[in-house]
């Protein structure tokens, strides 16, 4: 049994010496997929930060009210939203507040007619779905009818901006699956080239009556080799991104949406387990075609 497992771990092993460019270029090509697995996942999680960070600040729905009502009615409408919605801000400005944000040149000219303008109420909604803040606009609507003069929010920037994002990310996605299809062919061409070359020994051991399992053993386990010195090369690297850069410094949410919050250690166990994987569906992509 134990000569077995050494025949086999020294099988494993010989194409690293008769193809060892060929090795090096399976063990890259591996390593590439794997960083580019790694940012697929850095990206879909960045890409809900941006995404729920992006709303949380930038979702602002702007209530005004009509500007037949007093400031002190309209500020109990505004806290009577904000609680019968259960929103957690809510924000009122008085004719006197937004007439100080008004051009100057304005105004002089508005300077003793305020009346027309409408008080605001500006929310910011922690709601995650469009649908969601519509749904809620209308019911604001018909809560409280002709005492809103409008509502208004963002609707068309969210949804560009979601549409971006989910376009960035498919277009990611796709180079991934890609390069995931490249690396299991090369490391199947790599596997067919060392079975050539060892055709004579194969047959040796045919007409022994070797075990399937125990001809192909060699080849997986060497598969396996190119995915694991795949996996050690993407982890320094992914090692190396995580320590170089800091954004810390910045304090703007969508900076601060760019920082992973996935741990480090997830990243090198997901390597891991995909750079295996690889080796071991291209080497039986391999031996598979040839030894069957």
Sequence with gaps: MIEQLRFIFFESFQSFKRYPVYSFISSLTIMICLIVI????????????ISDNFKDNESILKIFINNSIGDAESNKICEDIRDKFNFQYATFENRNDLFKNVDKNLQSWLKDDLNFIPCLCSINIDLKTINKID???NS???????????????????NKFEKALS?????????????????????SNIIKLNIESRKNIIEILQLH???????????IIEGVIHGFIGFL???????????????????????NSLIT???????IILNLIFGILLGLIGSNLGTSNYLE
């Excluded at 409280?144 to 409008?150: D, Q």
């Design 140 to 158: 604001i609507n018909e809560t409280y009818g002709k005492k809103i003069e409008k509502t208004i929010y963002p609707r068309s920037y969210l």
């Design 135 to 137: 749904s809620i606009i």
């Design 209 to 219: 009556g070797a075990k399937k399992y125990f001809i192909k053993a060699p080849f």
């Design 167 to 187: 376009m960035g990310y498919s277009i990611i996605f796709i180079i991934g699956i890609i390069v995931f299809i490249i690396s299991i062919f090369n490391i």
């Design 261 to 267: 919050t996935i741990p480090f250690k997830v990243y």
């Design 38 to 49: 790694s940012f697929i996942i850095y990206l879909s999680n960045v890409t809900n930060n």
């Design 233 to 255: 090369f993407s982890s320094l690297i992914i090692f190396l991104v995580f320590n170089s850069f800091s954004l810390d410094l910045y304090n703007h949410f969508l900076v």
